[in-house]
């Protein structure tokens, strides 16, 4: 679930909006991990638009794909490190305008 506040930033035509987990669930429980975050950024000089991606506070496994539960919904993923974004940048818009959010499995 993401977190109540939601923080948005315009810097030098880049513009971020940041979500935080208000709560994690660890499996196994008892491991350790970093942050965890959901964005949407805009970046006109590189012409991304909405782009949807998630810092999950560990590094997914080489190689790995993700999926993104919007509700309903589910959305594809790639990951590389500790990220995942959206395989489909035509879903982007979609994802990030629905009212909640599960971090991706």
Do not use: H
């Not at 679930?1 to 499996?27: D, F, S």
């Not at 990951?79 to 879903?91: P, Y």
């Amino acid at each position: 679930m993401v977190a109540a506040l939601l923080l948005v930033l315009a810097i030098v035509e880049v513009c971020v909006a940041l979500a935080k987990p208000k709560t994690t669930k660890m499996e196994p429980p008892g491991r350790t991990r970093g942050a965890s975050y959901l964005f949407v950024s805009t970046r006109p000089a590189e012409k991304v638009k909405n782009e949807v991606s998630v810092i999950i506070g560990y590094p997914f496994k080489s190689s790995s794909d993700a999926t993104a539960e919007i509700g309903t919904t589910k959305f594809a993923m790639y990951t590389q490190n500790d990220g995942a974004w959206i395989k489909n940048v035509a879903e982007e818009a979609r994802a990030w305008s629905m009212p909640c959010a599960r971090a991706p499995t």
